[in-house]
Nanobody, 125 residues
Framework: VQLVESGGGLVQAGGSLRLSCAAS????????MGWFRQASGKEREFVAA????????RYDNSVKGRFTISRDNAKNTMYLQMNNLRPEDTAVYYC???????????????????WGQGTLVTVSS
């Protein structure tokens, strides 16, 4: 599966953005999907993940209550709705996918073997 992120940009603190991750290839509906981000000079970190059927979601504590992950398997697309953005949310956001991720590894980068190229989100104060 190939992944392409979109929707990044510049937004003021308190604003909102919605990221999309479009997937090509078959069996998108069988893949666990995740969002990760990497700020300048920092390691890539987990943001959110969603099970193949969309029932199970997980969030990092730093985004819980502000970000919402969702997916539309009919459109082969995953989303990340980001509200009440903060300057510390500034990063390149990556989507990731893998059919073999289990619940205990939803937040683990090494569990995902398909990655997009990233989209930059910049939040100004």
């Amino acid at each position: 599966v190939q992944l392409v992120e979109s929707g990044g940009g510049l937004v003021q603190a308190g604003g909102s953005l919605r990221l999309s991750c479009a997937a090509s290839g078959r069996a998108f509906g069988s893949y666990v999907m995740g969002w990760f981000r990497q700020a300048s000079g920092k390691e890539r970190e987990f943001v959110a993940a969603i099970s193949w059927e969309g029932i199970t979601t997980r969030y990092d504590n730093s985004v819980k209550g502000r970000f919402t992950i969702s997916r539309d398997n009919a459109k082969n697309t995953m989303y990340l709705q980001m509200n009440n953005l903060r300057p510390e949310d500034t990063a390149v956001y990556y989507c990731a996918a893998d059919p073999s991720v289990i619940r205990s590894t939803l937040a683990s980068q090494t569990a995902y073997h398909h990655w997009g190229q990233g989209t930059l989100v910049t939040v100004s104060s």
